[in-house]
């Protein structure tokens, strides 16, 4: 049953060929054998996820289930779930259990689907390995050795590894997108505004989004159709009908302009991945889209922007977290400043303090037009590009990331290295817009993935494409050894 | 770009953040390194850009001033550090 699809399950529950209890008890029992192995899933919520596996098969039997109905799905330790352990990934919300669910967890509820458990992360979703979680590095199904990316590395090893077919994940620099690559799995951070921050915990407000990772993009599909809403608890979500993105994954990619941009082939970049990429876009193309070669010149300042934006935001989120109303507090603090400063040290790891250091830095006094100021006015020179690269393309692509799965402590000790692991990835963040990534090959024996970036809510339109490229190949159907039987 | 001890000391009181005396050197090393890779955007003529805060454009929105929201304060405390009749606990700051 663990290599079935989401759309393929949901066929089985409604046909009766197996019961939610009973889907729901295969995937709880690897996760019980194989999670061990990869330290994907933190918390397992067994009683809960058989108790509404059970309402599910209620429902299915009466007729009257919605559209996930008995699909176990995991969540991302991001996002608050009701008596649940909401930890992301911290020492911090170690003990943090909250009073609400997010808006993305009452959705799936909503629809039926049954919550298996959360899923480890980098910690405060900062990193792209997944070595920051307090809990531990998630391992890589692919290979052991390596990191599967991050933050969202433990949905993103979980769905890989067949621990559960979907899982929720956020994106606030490719935290969905590079994980997805470097574990074999698809995976979309639709438009900014999309899907509803409410109970998401806060990285960088500005470029939080929350998207689901899936093996196929049909089954992202079928989950954003239940994670996309309008919500009125998050000031930033934009009120826009959120169409059925299963309805148009048919239509032929005839005709599409593909944009190419030269500088996501430039310098750095993995001949493997490029090979790959290559190839995938030349598939596109046989089935008729058409090549278009564009230039986004201001592509090398995405990053440089980003570690001020996200940071400063991530400096500000977090003061929240002062040993005061819930969370970390120091023991025997002997003062009201101690308690704040020794509860922020200890219940923080070294990352986090570093960004949270960094914001502090360029938001201070006489720094802030000079670091902040002007990394907004380079966010707009960066969605300009875009604006005008949309003037004559429907989609862009290139690669996700620039290399491989990298084995554990090869970029841990050197914070630039690991944040150039974003550099394809952050733009789309910076400008609001839709990224997703699908596996479109393989180098050094390791998952290669396909980045897709649409123009604002156009997420149908790249869901679209990703299903006609997974219907012409067959990289988004193999499995890391051992995971499949 | 080097940050100096006052500096990192400074930012740490800022931020509410306890570093440990032996660890400053390596704070400040790790911190320049990323500053040297922000400071690629000094470079950029950035004149009559306007800053950018949201994609869309989008504006707070405004509601009604209603009450939407029930008070669950025992729900709230019950995860706090230390509570006592209703208000949350931290140490004496007024002598």
Known sequence: MHNLTIAELIKGLQSKEFSSVELTQHFLDRIGS??????????????????????????????????????????????????????????????????????????????????LGKTNMDEFAMGSSNETSFYGPVKNPWAPDCVPGGSSGGSAAAVAARLAPGATATDTGGSIRQPAALCGISGIKPTYGRVSRWGMVAFASSLDQGGPMARTAEDCALLLNCMASYDDKDSTCIDREVPDYTATLDGSVKGLRIGVPSEYFSEGLDAGIEKAVRAALANLEAQGAELVEISLPNSSLSVPAYYVIAPAEASANLSRFDGSRYGYRCENPKDL????????????????????????????????????????????????????????????????????????????????????????????????????????????????????????????????????????????????????? | MNIERQEIEKLATLARIAIDDSTISEVSQRLSSVLDLVDQLQAVNTEGVEAMSHPMQATQRLREDEVTEINQREAFQAIAPETKDGLFLVPKVIE
């Open chain 1, 34 to 115: 194989l999670n061990p192995a990869y330290n994907a899933v933190i918390t397992v919520t067994a009683e809960q996820a058989l108790k509404a596996a059970a309402e599910a098969d209620a429902r299915l039997a009466a007729g009257n289930a919605p559209a996930l109905c008995g699909v176990p799905i995991l969540h991302k330790d991001i996002f608050c779930t009701n008596g649940v352990r909401t930890s992301c990934g911290s020492k911090m919300l170690d003990n943090f259990i909250p009073p609400y669910n997010a808006t993305v967890v009452e959705n799936f509820e909503q629809a039926g689907a049954v919550v």
């Open chain 1, 337 to 485: 400043q101690d308690m704040y400063s020794r509860s922020r040290s200890e219940g923080f790891g070294k990352e986090v303090q570093r960004r949270i250091l960094i914001g502090t830095y360029c938001l201070s006094a006489g720094y802030y037009d000079a670091y902040y100021g002007r990394a907004q006015q380079v966010r707009k020179l960066i969605q300009q590009d875009f604006d005008r690269a949309f003037e004559s393309v429907d989609l862009i692509m290139g690669p996700t990331c620039p290399s491989p799965a990298f084995k554990f402590g090869a970029k841990s000790d050197d914070p630039v290295a690991m944040y150039l692991e974003d550099i394809y990835t952050v733009a789309t963040n910076l400008a609001g817009l839709p990224g997703m990534s699908i596996p479109c090959g393989m180098a050094d024996n390791k998952p290669v993935g396909l980045q897709i970036i649409g123009n604002y809510f156009d997420e149908a339109r790249m869901l679209n494409v990703a299903h006609q490229y997974q219907q012409a190949t067959d990289w988004h159907d193999l499995a890391p050894e051992g995971v499949a039987s």
